[in-house]
């Protein structure tokens, strides 16, 4: 009977086992499914593949995921048998979540998502909003209908008039935060560079711009959910856009309103094309331009900040390059080549007159210089890098750039200096310089991700240069016959390698907080070594420029640890960063010497806060060596004092950043406090003497030779307290910003043995501005900048220095087609001290032009620096002498310019042989896990 028992159970066990699913722990299962939506046709609606959705399964404490292909269908294996849930994402769209049961065998599931309530406007008419900026939990969402902008504006000329905007030269900042990224309706149209689409994307398209922090690129490959944010853009348009062309050509002919101080008037021209393709996939730009009046883009709207040129200067450049992605946009692989080529000739004139005081022991009553030089300089650069991402073998990373530089410059300079005695000495000197670089380098990375619990990382590095050059020097005396002509020739090279291996783990990981840490080993070798001989053809008996050759060589190695440890939870980051290294230096003619170094560094934020300290070894510098030598100069700072040994700083900062919105506006107020105790590790200091060559009328012999020190600073501090108010009044259309920022400073340093120091404080109000833009057809602004700084030390006597500089530009549209710009700017500075030092400046520009063609044609004239005035003037007082120096404006000149725009955005997905057919991308936040 016990057998038969037996054999029953075995036969039926198999048929309870799907009964019993949460029993069968390690048991795993296929699962595949499709991600739909429900589009609207005429009899009603089908269900359509979503591609690139997220799909997410979660099964206790394992995550799952992967993403849908171009029918929407997706496939996970191995999936734990049991109870799940599967949570289906993509941008735009609300989220779909089941909970089911996954069973041995395969299991097929579908899951549906609905469209978010989208902002597609359409022809639809839009109806302004009395506020410029509203928020919604933590996205602040600027409305482009509060605004007002003219035909041709872009999309910088609506951020410009937003409230809590900054558009500096490093980029655009929201509530003082730079922005990494700027979305074209969830996706990267314009490139990775955040400006891109500022300057392209026109700003009658623009519906709303959202303002919010997402996680890092970094972050989200190795699945890390908490952690530092990064802010970005996301520009939602009137209607859907896919692809973006831009282009812009323009030809300029015209010429100086008056002659040049050589007699000559000089003909002006100006030409370059401008030409780009947007999209999420591809992105290439070609841009060729070749002018003399300083002008770096071929946008027409560029015109009228063409400055006065205080020297000639012709320029001839060529940029062009190209954007391949795959897959994901962001996380997937990319490919990038660029190609960058410069060749800028220029001509130079300056004047300086200087009146001794009739004082004893004056040795000159008067000196009068003037200096014409020319420059040509050509250079090349070519860059190349890629990333390939694949779930198995993880993220590969190279880059190879090479550049090359030639510089060819040549001098002549006129002095005349009258004695007190009467005798007048006069030199003609010229010169010539040829420099010729050229440098490559090479980085290589591979990052794994594995089971989002650990990342590991590798890199490696190498690179090599070398220049070459001379400089040839002659000058002649009219009170002798005697002339030199000195030549010096120079040579150095340069190459090294580093690697790197760690791993990252990640302790915690859940959408509250997370834990990670990380320990790695680096190393890197370097070689740097210098030539330079000098030889004169007519040599002066006991002169320090006599002939001689030196050479220099340093060799570097360094190999250490580093680890790091980081923690986030609920807005309080905290982390900490510890690095041992050992180094070894080895200069010529001299013994290696080996260093160990320790640095530390320990960061907390909260909200707004931000307090970091940091503790640093410092090694001897062996790249720093003398570019002179002689008997009292050592060959080497290492090899010259064999005493030094590492030494510490300490450096604590407190930073508190806040922003606050009110109705149209916003406040902002900053503040940064640093302590630091850093060393002088090598002050490298010049200096020159004047050897009085009787033999030849008083001819003063120049020689020179280096410091060095190595000494413990005392105490350094710095304080600074800034705020931005910035306020856009509806009813007028105008927008108010000001800046003002207060900073005070102390600084130490030893002198002679003994500790000196020195206090600055300063005001500054920068980017004071009054945007107004009444209607569509007329467009003003003032801006103005303020400084004061005070200045009072041990070492030098009190001084202070002022500075503004005041700007107003204005742009009227007339009878639709015509235009009308003017530009004026005015700036002044002075410095009182020992010796005071002011001077001013200020400038008048215009332009007048017509649009054809739908405004694609554009005809204008414009007139740079029309009041003839634009002469750098300054004048420097001291107890000896009053000194005069200026440098004449090759100045007011006028154009006619001949401009050709186009722009033109799809609806509908570029259907060249480059891109992959998705229409949307993969979500950029990752889905976090559901507890």
């Not at 799907?18 to 390690?26: D, I, R, S, Y």
């Not at 700003?203 to 996680?215: C, G, L």
């Not at 013994?591 to 090694?619: C, E, F, N, R």
């Not at 009054?770 to 007329?778: A, N």
Request: proline share 4%; with cysteine; charged share 20%.
């Amino acid at each position: 009977m016990r057998p038969f028992i037996i054999v029953l159970l075995s036969a039926l066990l198999p048929l309870c086992l799907p009964a019993m699913p949460q029993q069968l722990e390690g048991t795993r299962a296929p699962v595949k499914g499709r991600v739909v939506i429900a589009v609207g046709v005429q009899n009603g609606t089908h269900k359509t593949g979503i591609a690139s959705a997220n799909v997410r399964i979660i099964s206790g404490k394992d995550t799952l995921k992967t993403a849908t292909d171009n029918m929407g269908l997706f496939r996970l294996d191995n999936v734990p048998v049991g109870k799940v849930k599967i949570v289906a994402t993509h941008l735009n769209m609300r989220p779909s979540i089941l909970e089911t049961e996954v069973f041995p065998g395969e299991n097929i599931f579908e899951l549906e998502l609905e469209m978010k309530d989208y902002e597609w406007l359409g022809a639809a008419k839009v109806v302004a909003r009395s506020d410029a900026v509203t928020v919604k939990g933590d996205t602040l969402i600027f409305h482009a209908s509060a605004v007002s902008t003219m035909d041709g504006d872009r999309l910088v000329d609506i951020l410009n008039q937003m409230p809590g905007v900054e558009i500096r030269d490093s980029g655009v900042y929201v509530d003082g935060k730079p922005v990494k990224r700027t979305y074209i309706n969830g996706k990267l149209i314009f490139g990775d560079s955040p400006m891109s689409a500022l300057g392209h994307l026109m700003a009658a398209d623009v519906s709303t711009i959202e303002a919010y922090d997402e996680t890092s690129i970094e972050d989200r490959r190795k699945g890390i959910l908490v952690g530092e944010k990064e802010k970005v853009l996301n520009v939602k348009t009137k209607k859907p856009l896919y692809s973006a062309w831009d282009a812009h050509a323009i030809v300029s002919g015209g010429t100086d309103g008056a002659a040049d101080d050589s007699g000559n008037v000089q003909p002006r021209y100006g030409a370059g094309i401008t030409a780009n393709l947007f999209s999420e996939d591809f992105l290439t730009y070609v841009n060729l331009n070749a002018n003399n009046i300083n002008r770096n883009s071929n946008n027409v709207r560029d015109i009228l900040n063409v400055s006065p040129l205080r020297n000639y200067s012709e320029t001839l450049l060529a940029d062009a390059g190209l954007e391949k992605h795959w897959n994901d946009r962001l996380l997937g692989s990319n490919l990038y080549a660029e190609y960058h080529t410069r060749k800028v000739y220029k001509r130079d004139r300056n004047y300086t007159r200087e009146h001794y005081f009739e004082l004893p022991g004056s040795p000159a009553r008067e000196s009068l210089d003037s200096m014409v030089s020319s420059d040509v300089a050509r250079r090349h650069e070519i860059n190349v890098h890629g990333t390939y991402a694949d779930e198995t073998a993880g993220v590969f990373y190279g880059q190879v750039n090479a550049s090359f530089v030639s510089d060819d410059a040549a001098t002549l300079e006129r002095t005349e200096n009258e004695l007190a005695d009467g005798t007048v000495f006069r030199q003609l000197e010229t010169g010539s310089d040829k420099n010729r670089d050229w440098s490559v380098g090479t980085h290589l990375r591979w990052t794994k991700t594995l089971n989002n619990k650990a990342t590991l990382d590798a890199f490696f590095a190498a690179n090599a240069g070398r220049s070459s050059g001379f400089t040839n020097v002659t000058d002649t005396l009219d009170t002798s016959t005697n002339k030199r002509n000195i030549l010096w020739k120079g040579a150095g090279s340069n190459a090294g390698i580093s690697g790197h291996v760690g791993v990252e783990g990640l302790l915690i990981n859940t959408d509250v907080q997370s834990l990670r840490a990380s320990i790695g080993f680096g190393v890197s070798s370097s070689n740097d070594r210098r030539s330079r001989d000098a030889t004169s053809l007519y040599p002066r008996p006991g002169g320090p420029l006599d002939g001689g050759s030196y050479d220099l060589s340093y060799g570097q190695l360094s190999y250490g640890l580093s680890s790091s440890i980081s923690f986030s939870r609920n807005g309080f980051n905290t982390g900490a960063i510890a690095h041992l290294s050992m180094v070894s230096l080895s200069p010529q003619g001299s013994q290696s010497k080996q260093y160990m170094t320790i640095d530390g560094q320990v960061s907390a934020a909260y909200k707004s806060w931000l307090l970091t300290l940091t503790a640093m070894s410092h090694v001897p510098d062996a790249s720093q060596v003398a570019d002179r030598i002689d008997d009292r100069n050592p060959v080497s700072l290492v090899a010259g004092n064999p005493a030094l040994r590492p030494s510490t700083s300490f450096l604590g900062v407190l930073s508190y950043r806040n922003a606050t919105l009110i109705r149209n506006g916003s406040i902002s107020l900053t503040m940064n406090g640093n302590i630091d105790t850093a060393p002088i590790v090598s002050d490298i200091r010049y200096y020159s003497e004047a050897a009085v060559d009787a033999d030849h009328g008083g001819y003063l012999i120049p020689a020179g030779a280096m410091l060095s020190t190595w000494c413990n600073a005392p105490l350094s501090w710095h304080i600074a307290l800034s705020g931005t108010y910035m306020q856009r009044i509806q009813p007028l259309r105008m927008t108010l910003s000001v800046s003002p920022s207060y900073g005070f400073s102390r600084s130490s340093a030893m002198v002679g043995g003994s500790p000196v120091a020195n206090y600055s404080s300063s005001f500054n109000s920068f980017n004071n501005r009054i945007m107004w833009t009444p209607y569509k057809w007329l467009k003003m602004s003032v801006t103005d900048s303020f400084s004061y700084t005070r200045t009072r030390g041990e070492t030098a006597p009190a001084g202070q220095t002022l500075r503004n500089t005041l700007q107003a530009t204005s742009k009227v549209d007339f009878l639709k087609i015509w235009s009308a710009s003017a530009s004026y700017s005015f700036g002044w500075s002075k410095t009182a001290s020992v010796v005071d030092y002011s001077t001013s400046s200020h400038v008048l520009n215009a332009s007048v032009g017509v649009k054809l063609l739908k405004g694609r044609l554009g005809i204008s004239v414009s007139g740079t620096d029309l009041l003839g005035v634009n002469d750098s003037y300054s004048t420097t007082l001291n107890s000896v002498s009053l000194k005069e120096s200026w440098k004449p404006s090759f100045g007011r000149y006028f154009l006619l310019h001949l401009s050709w725009t186009f722009n033109k955005t799809s609806q509908t997905k570029f259907s060249g042989a480059l891109f992959d057919g998705h229409d949307i991308r993969q979500e950029r936040e990752q889905v976090r896990p559901i507890q």
